[in-house]
Structure formats: structure tokens, C-alpha cells
């Protein structure tokens, strides 16, 4: 099956509660024809499938995921569509709709003019939607959109929280009638007096029991029975298998007592009713644990503006959600506004706070002509904005995306647990029936054979591993969005931690990417760099740009520019003052027949190498100017906290060997690669994973693009292009290169919390399943079904605890400059 006759599908699931739960979900995806891949999610619950539409179809996939007994998150949308005239524009609408990947069902109505559409939210938004039937001709409005997955978890949060408080306020009464009196003598005897049949007490024991176990707790016997069903036995098949046991062995107890043994005449309604609310105690912490660990993605969605002052052609403002906004419209933003869209300002001057996105706590200042990304703030003044992306592709959008797939994402570490989970269920109900048979046949007491049993299977909840990975990968990448650091996947988590080798482009990477003037060598370096500067007012090149920004800083007066003609290649002839000045390479002063002089021993040519042009003013010498890129002033601290963390560290450039061996000497580099050319970057990299190395390159550039997508991981800076940033498996979006080290030590310490998460859920079934079976009897030591209850449900809190301790991870310590100040840097003067 060919990989580009593949088409993705994002589905929405609720109802699973375990490890299991997920793997069935997987296989009953797997088994389909034309599914060449699934991978489903149990901390974000969402099944990925990669599939040929060939051979089968999205609805049939969401229907294999409710035939398997859970729900597939669909939703439903009313549009309102303009300009159908008949049968055929009905088929036209239809048509467009059903073709958006993530719509199940489309029917549209000629005589209301709506459509109904049953779609994925977790593949396409109305706003897609809406596009689709545009481009087919017709108009469309929103009537209606079904709430987002994000708020579809609260109202199960809040189902199970009612559920909690009738099971517990039951079981604690069930509890007190079964505990309380055998230890308490007098309370005993008055409430035997008071019974109004014998056996009475037990009977409402038995009442409430029932109530717990098929009120709050039908979840479990429901899922637990569609699971017995398809043959793969779930979380949910242990609980409604061990409590029912319980409450069924005590109800034939008061039925028929004649069955059992005088010793054997015990009722057990305490252990199923607890047992139920202790495991719905896990459930809700886990449900509050998720939507707490959902924070970065809820944080940054509150950032999203719900609507916009779309401006029309007389200048009137009309509010419309910005679902609705279009390429090419004009909007209005007014002073303490969020900005709606990505867009360019076309007129007025405004301070916007862009610190949600870069970091900056500076506002910066925007005016006719620059961009301006959507979610930031207008502090002050009034823009009016050329909407240059839809609300689906802006900026804030894709990296709300981007969080959401590096939380679905399943990392390698992963499917060491989803190999044991998918052999452990039937293990468990296998340990159960022996340890009821060696109790059985040991003691003969059947109530005691049966305790057993029951604890094994409430103990043995697999929830702890299911959630050992996703929950920590959930946590660590929300929290790593904060920090500006944006995984594209869980993968890339996994393949950060794990490197030992990281390579730094030069350019724009360790350096700031814009050239600095660091030295005048003529006999009067004022006057030079006045004429130089005045005749770069005419040009756009970086290196003027840089004669114009020192003559700034030294406060020089700039007399006008006469005339100005640029040679691309060369260098400039301008007039200043009525004087011929001539900038650029030796070259170029030499083919207008002037002498170029060496310096203090140095040649033209080495001293071009390094970054220098020439300046002639009527046709005679005056001198030289040097250039150089300077350091990110954070560069060789970040090496070194890099270093310390185990790293090998190298540097990759197209520059000369010796302004390589400079670079890499300062900033604490010991190896580095020089003269390299763009398409070679790759190959090199190559090599060193060749030797044995796991490899994170971090760079900026357009030439940068091949060897992120060739390292095991791939770091672009905010200041990337957007090929390197697509290329890139981590993007740091407040521009500094200490996010290098805090994304490493995000990876680092969402590895480690997995791992100890890991270890935490197979020791804890590997200690506890036998004590529940008995094995250390001997020593007088047993597990009742109460307390593998509660055991089993702080399993669960304990490996969510542990993953949301990453929220607390602190970013690594950035000193920023005073504000407004240039880098500091020495301007040497050579006389």
C-alpha cells in the first residue's frame, strides 16, 4: 500500500478507562481492510488511523470503533446555505462537503436551504466547513456547532463526580452496618432489637449494595460486558467480575443459606460497595488530573478571539465570527483588543504586546506595512488589518495543533506496555480462578476462596500502565508549550532525551544573523564612516544596514545622498557633498582604477574572507571597513549548561575555517565542521549517526532544512523560516537559545517520570496481585477486596501525581538585556 494512497483519520473516543480499553480499540481498527496503521491514545483519547480510502471508509472506521463498545467522538453541525436553486445544487453542496476529510455525513435541504453535517471534531471545524461550500459557489453561515472535544470532558467529569457522592455516601452506610456493629457490643444488641425481621440489617446491605453497583457503578458492568463480549476482557471486566462475584456469592447467602457451609454463611455487600466508590475516586482524580494537564491548550484556545470588526467597502464595521473571515477582508482593532487573525497592518501605529508568542515582554511597535500575528494584544492606537490566513491557519492555531499531536502521540517506550497490557487481563482472570481453586481445595472455605478471587481481580487494574506514558507526555509537552518550546510529536520527546550529540548551525544560530561593524581601519574613521553611511541610505544590503546603524550610535550627521546607483555584486557609486564615493569589494575599486592597500600585513582577500569592504572618496583610498556577526550575548552559557548535561557538542558552518575556529572558540566548542555547503549539511550528519550517535541539530535557515529533518531531532529557532520550521521536530518560539536547554531538560525529565511511572505500575502488580492471591498467607498477610480497591485507585492518582509534577518544571534561567540596549560589543579604531 502505497504511503501516498494513505489518507489519516483523527477520531475522537470516550469510554475507555484503561490500558486495555485502548489496545481493543486498536485491534478492532488493525483488522480492517485497507487500515495500514492505529494508534490510540488513552490520556487524550484519540485513535489515529492511517488508511486506503480505496478500501475503506471514515464511517466505517467510527463505526468500528463503537462496535468494539466504546463511543467515537461525533459531532453535529447546521449550516445555512445560500443560493441553491435546485435538486442539482444540492448534490453540489453534498458533494463539496463530503469530500473534507473528517465529514461522515452531509444532507442538505433545499426547502429550510440547511445542511445537516455529522463530522470528526478533531479533524476539521466549521470554518472548514464553511470554505468547502464557498468554494462550490453557494454562501454559508454557522447555525450551530457541537462544543469541542475539551468541553465534551467536563460534563463527564461532572457525571462521575455525581456518581462519586452517591457511591461513596452508600458504600460508607453499607460499610457502618457491616463494621460498626461486630466491633461495638451494645450497638449490636440495640440494633437487633430494633429489626424488624432477622437478617433485616443484611438486607438493606444488600439494597444498597445493589443501588451502588447498578447505579454508579453501571458504567463498569456495561463496558465490562461489551468487553466479555468481544472476547478481549478490560479494567472494566475485572471490576464488574469481582464485585459482582461478591455481591452474587452474598445474595444467595440470604437466599439460600442451605447451599453453603455454617463457616461459609458470610455476606460480603461491603467489599463490592466500597470497592465501587474507591475506583471512582481514581476515575474522578484521573478526569481532573486530564483536564488540569490540558491547561496549555485551554490557555492558548483563551487567546483566540471568537469574533471580529470585519470592515466593508463604505468604511462600516460588522461583527462576525472569525470563522468567517476570508483572506484579502479588512478588520478593525481597537485599542485593549486582541488581535482576530494573522494579518498586515495598512494603516495607523499601535504597541502590541506579542509576549503569549515570542516571549518578549517588551510591547513592540507595529505601522502600515508590518505583520501581526492573531491571539496578540493591541495595547494602544487603532489598526486596521489586511487578514492574510483563515482562523484554522493562523500562527495561534497551528501551534495549538501542534501541542495537541505531540499529546496524542505514543512514544517508542510505550510499547513495552502495550505488549504486557494485552496479555494481562487474561492473565489476571486466570490467577483469579486458580487462587479461588488452591483456596477452595486447601481450606475448603468458600468464602474465603472467593475473597481472594475478588482481590486479585480489583487489584489487578491495568490503568496505572495505560497511563504511565500518555499521561506524563500530556503533561510534559503542555507545560513545554508555556515555555515556548513546541513538540510535534510524543516522538520527539522520547528522541531529545535520549540524544548525546547536538550540532549548532553558525549563522543565526550561535550568532545573531545580522553583520555588526567591528572595526575602521583609514587615517580619520568618523569622516569615513559619515560618507559610507550617507551613501548607504540608498541601499537595502545588510552590510549598509550596518555602516547605518553604527553611524546611529555614535551620533553622526548624515549629509543627503546625491545620487546613488548599486552594482548587485560589487559594491555602490554614490555622491555625498559633491564627492565620488565609491563602496565595495577590492574588485570593484580596482576596475574603477583604484589602488587597494593591504592591511598591516594582512591581504585584501583574507581580510574580505572575514567580512570587509572598501571605501574610495574621489577615486583615492580612504579605507576599510570590517564586519562580523556577532554572538548571541546567551550563546556560550547555553554551551555550557549543554555540556554539563553530557552533551558532545559540535558546530556546522559555510564559513572559512577561521572564522569557524573563532565562533566555536568562543562560545566553548570543540569541534566543528567549516566551509560546508548547504546540501552538504545532510551528509555530514549522516556520518556521525552512522558511528553510533543520536543526533539533535539545532538551526534556523532556509540551507538548514535538510539536516533537521535528517537528525533524530530537529530544533528550529522562532526566527526560522518556514521550511526549517516544517522540517523541525521542536520549534522554540520565544527566540532564544536558552530554550535549547529547556527543552532538554523538558525531554529529559518527561523520559525519566515515564520511566519511574512505568516502574511504579509493573512493580506494583507484581507485588500486590499475589498478596491478593494469598501467597504470603503464611505470613499473615492478605488483601481484602476494600483495600485492593483502594490500592488499585492510588495507583492510578500515584502515576498522575508524578507526571503532573512536571507542570513545576522551571525554564532554564535567561538573563535578558536592559531594555532597549544594544548588545554590548567593542568598535576597534585603528588610526
Known sequence: MSEENLERLDIGVRGMTCASCSSRVERALGRLPGVQSAQVNLATERAEVHFSPGQQSASALVAAVQASGYEPMVEEAEIAVGGMTCASCVGRVERALRRQPGILEASVNLATEKAVVRYLPTMIQGADMLAAIRKAGYTASLASAAAGQGAARRPGRETTARSLWLAVGTALIVLFLAMVPPWWPSLQQFMNSVQPFPGAWDWLQMLLTTFVLFGPGRRFFRAGWVAYRHLAPDMNALVATGTGAAWLYSLLVLLVPSIFPEAARHVYF???????????????????????????????????????????????????????????????VRPGERIPVDGRVLEGRAEVDEAMLTGEPLPQNRRPGDSVVGGTLCRDGRLIIEVSARAGDTVLAQIIRLVENAQGGKLPIQGLADRVVRVFTPLVLLTAALSFGAWLTLTGDLSQALVAAVAVLVVACPCAMGLATPAAVLVGTGRAAELGVLFRSGEAVEHLARADTLIFDKTGTLTTGRPRLVAIHGADPDRALTLAAAAEQGSEHPLGQALLEAAQERRLHLPPLQDFQALPGLGLRARVENRDVVLGSAEFLRSEGITVDEENGQTVAEAEAQGAIHLAVDRQFWGTFRFADPLRPEAARVVEALRRRGFVLWMITGDAAGTASKVARDVGIEHWYAGVLPQDKAKYLRELRGAGKKIAFVGDGINDAPALATADVGIALASATDIARAAADVTLTHGRLEAVVTAVDLARRTLAVIRGNLFWAFFYNVLLIPVAAGLAAPWGLTLNPIAAGVAMALSSVFVLSNSLRLRRLPPFPEVRPAANSPPARTLERYP
Open 270 to 332: 461491603d467489599s463490592a460497595a466500597v470497592v465501587i466508590a474507591a475506583i471512582l475516586v481514581g476515575k474522578y482524580l484521573e478526569a481532573a488530573a486530564k483536564d488540569r494537564s490540558a491547561a496549555a491548550i485551554a490557555q492558548l484556545a483563551r487567546l483566540q478571539v471568537r469574533s471580529a470588526a470585519l470592515l466593508d467597502e463604505t468604511g462600516q464595521t460588522h461583527e462576525i465570527p472569525i470563522a468567517e473571515l476570508q483572506p484579502g477582508q479588512r478588520v478593525l
